[in-house]
């Protein structure tokens, strides 16, 4: 087991990019091995901070509000407490989930690059982009489409096809056009500042390709070493854009930060809140010797976690770097490669939906087969398989076998002349204490699904150890021998407890409430000990068995989620809603719609569709019951702009006066959207006419 010899630890997780859900491949890559090894440092009583946040700018965002018709703003804001509630409901335990459109994070990153700047770290050059005449704007590559010369599809992005997938720039398009007006885009000169990471060529080989040879992850060193080897190249630091972070520098006007410059300074911003929150001095965390600094990130993010962001802080020249970047590779899915916009993907609020109280199941599954140094594949059999046959037949088994019996043969009370209860079998303490060595060593080398198997072999050797005793036949001959081993047996659950508090948090707890343990913890160096006189709680299951129908409905929701993708554009319009007859003017202009914004949102009781929102309309505050809860969660929508007609005569909905409508678009297959103002300048009351 590695010594100690970091005074603390700085732990991050790569910033989600806010412009959509994510999904559970996302959470087996990086979050679920970043909270498994914060967790563990925790329980060693280590000083550790657990940062993270939604990355909020670049042109994804952007462009996500425009297929929307909303602004960036509204797209960060709903996403980013989409993405938040769910890392909460799966006990991620960041010390802090931030957001990289925070005054605090512009000016930790304005400040970084001009310290950078004035240390002559940028090579400034001008190139010729795209740009739309009639949009009066340069185009990132995604703002630009045409035809894709692989498969003909019509609307490829400038920079990959999303139909069959190949990696494109604007020049491959045929006929290609501006997604702002429709025209064709034509080439200006432009002004930007490069980050010239071939002169760290030779200082980044030293560092990984020597320096980290024997402790980097195979998976992780070699694609350094094919980068580093195949020659690097000034990258782009500015792009010309209105969403992001405002270049701070004379000359750049139009121009903002790169997201992949700014979003890895966001672990820094977000440290230099949780400071300010907690009377901490970030820079310990940051530019310290004698602190450990991990990423966890996906195979993806290597190259900028490895590569660029530590050169970033090589040439700012006040930070620490990285000490281990342990990326997983990908998850895939019942055979295919997971992907949200092709529809195969098991978002992380849908499976909080369907299975709200099985959090620590998929858990546990994510690490059993996490990616951790190959492509890994999750299957909903597997994961019934491993929830049924080691969950609810190993761990589950043996804590409800022991407690009833305790409470069948002793009313759940612990009575030992000795007046302490410890684990007295010295074989068991022996194998115990080898277990306990191999668990330490799996997390320190990053090693968390063999870890987690460990703690499952401490559950095995409880059953094996129970079946062997068989105090249930021994109470009537030997009854002191059969309190004995039961004791011995609630021990080892007690250990069990301790070492799954960095796996299931909530089975953990479960566990430690059955045992009436006197605190909400138990850390790695303490006693596991009873004394004599201690009550135990009832027995609960730990878990439930999951059934074959339960499965077949995932797997069927999977498919079908797939083909309502696949359809053709033309089927969907063929279904659309026809149109109803004419009114004239006067009945239209009769109608009052504002624009408006939500400002709370709770579900009404009793009922699955409904809604109560309050609605600033600029006009006032008031109530509007909505029958969307079927298509929104009410944390998802606050601060959500909307329409709303403010002159619909009220009425009384399960006993709610509701004082209006909102306005809601729904396409041929039933979703619903918001219809919302596109333009910030449209304050709440402005006129829908």
Same mark, same amino acid.
């Given at each position: 087991?590695?010594?100690?010899?970091?005074?603390?630890?700085?732990?991050?997780?790569?910033?989600?990019?806010?412009?959509?859900?994510?999904?559970?491949?996302?959470?087996?890559?990086?979050?679920?091995?970043?909270?498994?090894?914060?967790?563990?440092?925790?329980?060693?009583?280590?000083?550790?901070?657990?940062?993270?946040?939604?990355?909020?700018?670049?042109?994804?965002?952007?462009?996500?509000?425009?297929?929307?018709?909303?602004?960036?703003?509204?797209?960060?804001?709903?996403?980013?407490?989409?993405?938040?509630?769910?890392?909460?409901?799966?006990?991620?335990?960041?010390?802090?989930?931030?957001?990289?459109?925070?005054?605090?994070?512009?000016?930790?990153?304005?400040?970084?690059?001009?310290?950078?700047?004035?240390?002559?770290?940028?090579?400034?050059?001008?190139?010729?982009?795209?740009?739309?005449?009639?949009?009066?704007?340069?185009?990132?590559?995604?703002?630009?489409?045409?035809?894709?010369?692989?498969?003909?599809?019509?609307?490829?992005?400038?920079?990959?096809?999303?139909?069959?997938?190949?990696?494109?720039?604007?020049?491959?398009?045929?006929?290609?056009?501006?997604?702002?007006?429709?025209?064709?885009?034509?080439?200006?000169?432009? *002004?930007?500042?490069?980050?010239?990471?071939?002169?760290?060529?030779?200082?980044?080989?030293?560092?990984?390709?020597?320096?980290?040879?024997?402790?980097?992850?195979?998976?992780?060193?070699?694609?350094?070493?094919?980068?580093?080897?195949?020659?690097?190249?000034?990258?782009?630091?500015?792009?010309?854009?209105?969403?992001?972070?405002?270049?701070?520098?004379?000359?750049?006007?139009?121009?903002?930060?790169?997201?992949?410059?700014?979003?890895?300074?966001?672990?820094?911003?977000?440290?230099?809140?949780?400071?300010?929150?907690?009377? *901490?001095?970030?820079?310990?965390?940051?530019?310290?010797?004698?602190?450990?600094?991990?990423?966890?990130?996906?195979?993806?993010?290597?190259?900028?976690?490895?590569?660029?962001?530590?050169?970033?802080?090589?040439?700012?020249?006040?930070?620490?770097?990285?000490?281990?970047? %342990?990326?997983?590779?990908?998850?895939?899915?019942?055979?295919?490669?997971?992907?949200?916009?092709?529809?195969?993907?098991?978002?992380?609020?849908?499976?909080?939906?369907?299975?709200?109280?099985?959090?620590?199941?998929?858990?546990?599954?994510?690490?059993?087969?996490?990616?951790?140094?190959?492509?890994?594949?999750?299957?909903?059999?597997?994961?019934?398989?491993?929830?049924?046959?080691?969950?609810?037949?190993?761990?589950?088994?043996?804590?409800?076998?022991?407690?009833?019996?305790?409470?069948?043969?002793?009313?759940? *009370?612990?009575?030992?002349?000795?007046?302490?209860?410890?684990?007295?079998?010295?074989?068991?303490?022996?194998?115990?204490?080898?277990?306990?060595?191999?668990?330490?060593?799996?997390?320190?080398?990053?090693?968390?699904?063999?870890?987690?198997?460990?703690?499952?072999?401490?559950?095995?050797?409880?059953?094996?150890?129970?079946?062997?005793?068989?105090?249930?036949?021994?109470?009537?001959?030997?009854?002191?021998?059969?309190?004995?081993?039961?004791?011995?047996?609630?021990?080892?659950?007690?250990?069990?407890?301790?070492?799954?508090?960095?796996?299931?948090?909530?089975?953990?707890?479960?566990?430690?409430?059955?045992?009436?343990?006197?605190?909400?913890?138990?850390?790695?160096?303490?006693?596991?000990?009873?004394?004599?006189?201690?009550?135990?709680?009832?027995?609960?299951?730990?878990?439930?068995?999951?059934?074959?129908?339960?499965?077949?409905?995932?797997?069927?929701?999977?498919?079908?989620?797939?083909?309502?993708?696949?359809? %053709?554009?033309?089927?969907?319009?063929?279904?659309?809603?026809?149109?109803?007859?004419?009114?004239?003017?006067?009945?239209?202009?009769?109608?009052?719609?504002?624009?408006?914004?939500?400002?709370?949102?709770?579900?009404?009781?009793?009922?699955?569709?409904?809604?109560?929102?309050?609605?600033?309309?600029?006009?006032?505050?008031?109530?509007?019951?909505?029958?969307?809860?079927?298509?929104?969660?009410?944390?998802?929508?606050?601060?959500?702009?909307?329409?709303?007609?403010?002159?619909?005569? %009220?009425?009384?909905?399960?006993?709610?006066?509701?004082?209006?409508?909102?306005?809601?678009?729904?396409?041929?297959?039933?979703?619903?959207?918001?219809?919302? %103002?596109?333009?910030?300048?449209?304050?709440?009351?402005?006129?829908?006419?």
């Amino acid at each position: 087991m590695e010594a100690q010899k970091y005074k603390r630890y700085t732990i991050t997780a790569a910033l989600p990019y806010a412009n959509g859900p994510k999904h559970i491949g996302h959470l087996a890559g990086a979050y679920i091995p970043a909270d498994l090894y914060a967790r563990y440092l925790r329980l060693k009583k280590r000083d550790v901070v657990f940062v993270c946040g939604s990355d909020e700018h670049g042109t994804a965002i952007a462009n996500q509000a425009m297929k929307e018709g909303t602004t960036p703003r509204a797209i960060i804001d709903k996403y980013h407490e989409l993405i938040k509630y769910c890392f909460n409901k799966l006990n991620i335990s960041f010390d802090i989930y931030h957001r990289t459109s925070e005054p605090i994070h512009h000016e930790t990153a304005q400040e970084f690059f001009k310290v950078m700047n004035d240390n002559g770290d940028f090579e400034v050059k001008e190139s010729e982009q795209y740009y739309d005449e009639q949009a009066g704007a340069f185009l990132a590559d995604r703002y630009i489409v045409g035809t894709c010369p692989v498969c003909a599809n019509e609307n490829a992005y400038g920079d990959q096809c999303e139909k069959c997938g190949s990696s494109l720039s604007p020049d491959d398009l045929i006929d290609p056009r501006s997604t702002l007006s429709g025209d064709k885009p034509v080439k200006r000169p432009t *002004k930007h500042w490069y980050l010239p990471l071939n002169k760290y060529e030779s200082w980044l080989s030293e560092w990984i390709l020597k320096g980290h040879a024997s402790d980097w992850k195979t998976n992780v060193y070699g694609q350094c070493k094919s980068w580093i080897d195949g020659g690097l190249h000034p990258r782009a630091v500015t792009r010309d854009l209105d969403w992001g972070i405002k270049v701070p520098v004379e000359g750049a006007d139009g121009k903002v930060l790169y997201v992949w410059f700014d979003a890895p300074i966001g672990y820094i911003s977000a440290t230099k809140q949780w400071a300010l929150d907690n009377n *901490k001095d970030w820079k310990l965390y940051w530019q310290d010797d004698e602190t450990k600094l991990v990423h966890f990130i996906g195979k993806d993010n290597i190259v900028f976690h490895c590569i660029v962001f530590p050169a970033m802080l090589k040439a700012h020249g006040e930070y620490i770097l990285p000490d281990n970047v %342990p990326a997983n590779e990908f998850m895939n899915l019942e055979g295919d490669k997971m992907s949200t916009s092709r529809g195969w993907s098991i978002e992380m609020h849908d499976y909080l939906e369907d299975f709200p109280t099985k959090v620590d199941e998929l858990r546990y599954y994510l690490t059993a087969i996490a990616p951790e140094t190959a492509d890994s594949e999750f299957t909903w059999k597997d994961y019934q398989a491993r929830v049924n046959n080691e969950l609810v037949a190993i761990l589950g088994n043996l804590v409800n076998r022991v407690m009833i019996l305790m409470h069948k043969f002793f009313d759940g *009370k612990i009575e030992d002349a000795s007046g302490q209860i410890t684990l007295k079998d010295n074989a068991l303490n022996t194998e115990l204490g080898k277990l306990y060595d191999d668990l330490e060593q799996s997390f320190e080398s990053y090693k968390f699904r063999q870890a987690q198997q460990t703690v499952m072999e401490i559950a095995r050797l409880g059953n094996r150890y129970l079946t062997e005793q068989e105090p249930w036949k021994t109470i009537k001959t030997n009854p002191e021998g059969a309190r004995e081993a039961l004791h011995n047996c609630l021990v080892l659950i007690g250990h069990i407890a301790t070492c799954i508090q960095p796996f299931l948090p909530g089975t953990a707890s479960k566990i430690l409430t059955m045992l009436n343990w006197p605190a909400d913890t138990i850390y790695f160096n303490e006693e596991i000990a009873f004394t004599s006189g201690h009550q135990l709680h009832a027995a609960s299951l730990l878990f439930e068995k999951i059934e074959d129908e339960v499965i077949e409905r995932q797997v069927q929701k999977l498919i079908s989620k797939k083909q309502s993708i696949e359809q %053709p554009a033309v089927e969907a319009e063929s279904a659309l809603v026809p149109a109803k007859s004419n009114i004239n003017y006067e009945q239209f202009a009769a109608m009052d719609i504002r624009t408006g914004t939500i400002l709370t949102a709770e579900k009404v009781a009793k009922t699955k569709k409904l809604l109560k929102l309050t609605i600033d309309t600029g006009l006032d505050e008031r109530t509007v019951v909505s029958g969307i809860a079927e298509y929104f969660e009410p944390e998802t929508i606050i601060g959500q702009k909307v329409s709303i007609l403010v002159n619909l005569e %009220p009425r009384e909905i399960k006993g709610i006066t509701s004082q209006g409508m909102i306005l809601m678009a729904e396409n041929a297959e039933g979703v619903l959207s918001f219809v919302s %103002p596109v333009s910030d300048g449209m304050h709440n009351g402005s006129v829908v006419r």
